[in-house]
């Protein structure tokens, strides 16, 4: 993809957030990270290509990228822990973006590793934008890709930012979201286990929870895995065509 110019560039970030939402993808995160990549080309004049850099209990992880290229380069920032991106990440978001105004020039001491990789792939200049994130939650940065030096100027980085900004309110969306859905999921599954004990045994619904919680503490596998299991079982079980083989749950008599 060849870099783009633009008279105005701020007059496409509303649009593009605007498309953003449109797409009622926010339920996925990791669909919603694809659709920030790809939306920050469009917003964001000069950028070749986009990518995530992503921070998840101290692993620094690459994804989302927008082509081949900025794949292996967010790969590389992941793997060296060194680059823009990175940089970025442990950064305060209030601190602004991370630039590298020529990685084969004036700024390939910064990343004395990184640098001369992305130089070789025809990448000049980066643009890293910390997306903040809530406590708790892996943090990540936008990774925007230039093949020309000195690519990114006062008005670039201050509409980068701005989509920054909007992208991660909707990723905080998509993430809420996303938790809630696993929530309802993991009540539903033990829902459907507490009835199949209480059925099985003629046991309250408290005591059928108290049932799985001692095999969740016995076996030492969570609440869900034991209800998840419990109910596969179930499910299997209704499908056999004899009674024959049957097996014991972890920690429940059957």
């Not at 936008?142 to 980068?160: G, I, K, S």
């Not at 596969?232 to 065509?241: F, H, P, V």
Request: charge should be negative; glycine fraction near 8%; charged fraction near 25%.
């Amino acid at each position: 993809m060849s870099p783009r110019s633009s008279d105005d560039p701020v007059a496409p970030l509303h649009r593009s957030v605007q498309d953003l939402v449109a797409r009622r993808r926010l339920r996925n995160v990791d669909l919603t990270l694809g659709d920030i990549t790809a939306t920050a080309l469009e917003v964001v004049p000069r950028a070749a290509g986009a990518g995530i850099t992503c921070c998840r209990d101290d692993r620094v992880e690459a994804g989302h990228a927008t082509d081949e290229h900025v794949g292996r380069l967010d790969g590389y920032q992941a793997e060296l822990e060194e680059g823009p991106g990175v940089t970025a990440l442990r950064g305060d978001p209030a601190d602004g973006p991370v630039v590298a105004v020529d990685l084969g020039g004036v700024d390939s001491y910064r990343w004395p590793r990184f640098a001369p990789l992305a130089a070789h792939l025809g990448y000049r200049s980066i643009l890293s934008i910390h997306l903040a994130a809530a406590n708790g939650r892996p943090r990540r940065a936008l990774n925007l890709y230039a093949t020309e030096p000195q690519a990114f100027d006062d008005d670039h980085r201050l509409v980068a930012t701005a989509f920054a900004a909007q992208a991660a309110a909707l990723l905080h969306g998509a993430e809420e979201a996303q938790h809630l859905i696993r929530a309802l999921e993991s009540r539903d599954v033990i829902a459907q286990a507490k009835g199949i004990l209480m059925e099985r045994f003629g046991i309250t619904d408290e005591a059928a929870f108290a049932m799985l919680r001692t095999s969740s503490q016995e076996t030492n596998m969570k609440l869900l895995s034991v209800a998840s299991w419990l109910v596969g079982e179930a499910l299997r079980r209704n499908e056999e065509t004899t009674a024959d083989g049957q097996q014991s749950s972890p920690g429940i008599a059957t």
